[in-house]
């Protein structure tokens, strides 16, 4: 299976390894990967906050902070985009999100965060798991914590899922300690994942009949040897049944021709569609990724290209979940893994920049309307509100519900859901 | 000056001028008196090309980076067109010129803009996928021709004066009949296009167009072999074709440069075509002939260039860096 994730202009391999893609298909997916799946009573009872959601638009590769969400016109920082009134008062963003800017009233901007990590690998997994990588420890992802703590008992979809922009399906190791049963379910170029249509040549009948003697076989095994790697073995072949049968939440072409039309009939139009038709079915967590923002060169041209695609269907999103009841549910989030330089380099580009950038958040319950945070004039340092990804993972949690200071039950051991070390910005939580 | 003889083989850095920050275009006027440049400061700069260390005049309308520069033929009018979209008139016999018109031009970047040979009218063109054109005395929008699926970077009239040439971001080449306002024929360019699958961009485009002295080649330049578009790898190139036919001649490249975009080429008084060349490996001016696809010389500049326009005098070449520095070569004997 060939990497969902686009590659990098500067050429890091790190975020392959970090990534460390794990290549089953779906009804494979939970053999392999680390085996805390949480089996115990008190864990499995846990309190899911109801129907609450997150969908984190992950822009690889380094979305320009300075084309996106803080533009700094006429500064010499400022390159040639200028900036745009949005919704709400005050508040302007790059002239490169004008359909975005009209929904900037549901939405909260982080404009202080500093994550002092500059490597694509490293970026990544600080922001997606709120702490730094480290060899003594790995961290799930904020989808797997997401799901573990929001998924209901009755969801018959994945509870996980990522959208890329092109590569197969499978599943992904990135629910660390949480177990496979937490990993992200791939949906390479937003195709159904992967064998998840019955082949011609088994009939229905002779497949049912394949399964019952698989849950005969496993009943008589779980008798005697009931562990959690056969929990998520279990787990994961009934899984897989029950997304066969609902293949059609993963095909846009079944929402109406105006709805695509309206998101646009390019590969992030579909995505953002398919996004809030899983939204719709109930799965609590969704990453769109889309790429790539490693512009080393010619920043501006690939920013106007890229944020080009990722504006209207965004801002479509975005006001859909407003006029259907969604947004107060769903905790949106648009990240990178940093932001661009402020200083432009010889070749029209920027480089990697983790001292001062933003995240955009919105819905669930995140204040509306704000820019949170500053940075000074050049946009080179954050000079108010600065925030990092461990107080970013937290806020996310606490913007759904979730009580990021609390701890779970691992395997008998007490795993904090966040980094203890950190607090939610709670100046943003309404 | 006049009396010397182009040898582009004794091509040598003469004059630097700095600006205070890097700078984007550059244009001689036709009566060969000043020198015009852009920066990312969003003002334009211009220079006296008699003086020996001039202070440049700058002048201040537009609200972003200029990349399209061009003077009327009389050399009394200058045309401006930004990434703010507009297009400004700017009066060249002033001492401070200021801002004599206005105009919204395209919605977006304004990439390229060419005089008609007659100088009455120009075109300009740009990220709205569209090439208009405009009456220079009126200000008044003569045409918008639409027919590129993708942005317009280069515009170019053809001395006949009753074509247009465009060039496009997928190495679309377009030939429009003026009078009828469509496209007459188009020529393939994709050469000049990249689209790089693991980082999912479109890249490259005709960044530049020139045409010989009778208009029966035509140069389209930019860039190919674009392993890594987001990171500047990627070659310079420039296609030479037959232009009554349309047939490609020569691929002009520059080997060992791995890092570099034609982003403006001339062809000199005795046919040699010269483009300059800005990227990851440094800046260069480029030569080629109609022999060879490989260049028969080249210059490395003493930093990256942007731009470059040739002087009325056929002699000297000007080019705009990152540096800050306007810089001009000449293409003859040191005495």
Known sequence: MKPPIAKYACRSTEHLQARRQFLGSVAGGAMAGTLGLITRGAAAEQTKQKDMRVVVFNLHGGLSQIESWDPKPGRSTGGPCRAIPTSVPGIHISELLPYTAQQMHHLCLMRGVNTSEDDHGKGAYLMMTGRRQSPAADYPQIGAVASRMLTPQQLELPGHIMITPSGGGGRNSDSAYLGPKYASVVLGGGSPPNYSVRPDNIPEDVEAHRHELRRQINEQFLSKRRTAITEAYTHSYEQALRLMQRRDT?????????????????????HCLLARRLLESGVPFIQVVHSNYDTHNENFGFHLEQ??????????????????????????????????????????????????????????????GIAYGKTNEDGTEVTEGQVDHGALFHTYLQAVGVDSTQSIDVNGRDMPLADPAAKPVWDVIA | ???????????????????????????????????????????????????????????????????????SPDGTTLISGGCDG????????????????????????IRNIAFSPDGKSFASCGNDRTIATWDLAEGKE??????????????????????????????????????????????DAAPLHTYEAGQRVDFGGVRCLALNQDGTVLAAGGLHKASNPLGAVHEPLCLRFDYASGQLQKSHVAEGITGGVVWSCRFLQDGTLAGVSGGSTGGFLLFWNSESDKNIHRLQLPNIA??????????????????????????????
Not at chain 1, 250 to 268: A, I, L, M, P
């Open chain 1, 250 to 270: 993963f095909d846009v072409s079944k929402e109406s021709e105006k709805d695509q039309e309206r998101y646009g009939k390019n590969d992030f139009g579909r």
């Open chain 1, 307 to 368: 944020l080009g695609e990722f504006d209207q269907p965004f801002a479509t999103f975005v006001a859909d979940l407003s006029e259907r009841g969604l947004l107060d549910q769903t905790l949106i989030v648009v990240l990178s893994e940093f932001g661009r330089t402020p200083n432009i380099n010889l070749y029209y580009g920027r480089d990697h920049w983790s001292r001062a950038w933003s995240v955009l958040m919105g819905g669930a319950k995140v204040k509306r």
């Open chain 2, 1 to 71: 000056m006049t009396l010397e003889t182009m040898d582009i083989t004794k091509a040598r850095v003469v004059t630097e001028w700095k600006y205070t920050r890097p700078l984007l275009a550059c244009r001689f006027d036709p009566n060969g008196k000043f020198a015009v440049t852009s920066s990312e400061d969003f003002t334009l700069q211009r220079w006296e090309m008699a003086a020996e260390k001039p202070s440049p005049v700058v002048m201040k309308a537009h609200d972003s980076w200029v990349h399209a520069l061009a003077f």
């Open chain 2, 86 to 109: 507009k297009l400004i008139w700017w009066s060249m016999i002033d001492a401070e010129p200021k801002p004599i018109r206005i105009v919204e031009g395209h919605r977006g970047w």
């Open chain 2, 142 to 187: 003569l045409s918008r021709l639409a027919g590129h699926e993708r942005d317009v970077y280069s515009v170019l009239f053809h001395p006949n004066g009753r074509e247009l040439i465009s060039g496009d971001l997928m190495g679309k080449l377009h030939v429009w009949d003026i009078g009828t306002r469509a496209i007459a024929r188009s020529m």
């Open chain 2, 306 to 335: 942007r731009d470059m326009d040739v002087h009325l005098d056929g002699l000297r070449i000007g080019t705009s860096h990152h540096d800050s520095q306007f810089r001009i070569t000449a293409l003859f004997a040191a005495v």
